[in-house]
């Protein structure tokens, strides 16, 4: 079973960035879709930015213009470059591969939080 490991996490202030990165034990080359998700206090998880094999993106209303998803093949990585944080985005972030049964695997997360 395909391994995830979110690192990058931390804690910054309003208008900082960070970048997360996602090391897959599976070959990223041969997947359809790699994402990254994100969990807030009392709130469900929601897909922040996803990204396809054919270089497709999508992204939460929330996050367009200041994220942005990206995978370097060779390093079985998927990064989220996050600019302009805010005390919203504070949340886990998890990486996850789509598979195509409609099933996810996700990873343990890494902790962002953001102060005003």
């Known amino acids: 079973q395909a391994q995830l490991v979110e690192s990058g996490g931390g804690e910054v202030q309003a208008g900082d960035s960070l970048r997360l990165s996602c090391k897959s034990s599976?070959?990223?080359?041969?997947?359809?879709?790699v994402g990254w998700y994100r969990q807030a206090p009392g709130r469900q998880r929601e897909l922040v930015a996803s990204?396809?094999?054919?270089?497709?993106?999508n992204y939460a209303d929330s996050v367009k213009n200041r994220f942005t998803i990206s995978r370097n093949n060779g390093k079985n990585t998927v990064f989220l470059q996050m600019d302009s944080l805010t005390p919203e985005d504070t949340a886990d972030y998890y990486c996850?591969?789509?598979?195509?049964?409609?099933?996810?695997?996700y990873g343990r997360g890494t902790q962002v939080i953001v102060s005003s």
């Open positions: 996850a591969i789509h598979w195509a049964n409609d099933t996810r695997t």
């Open positions: 599976w070959s990223i080359f041969n997947l359809d879709v």
């Open positions: 990204l396809t094999r054919a270089g497709f993106t």
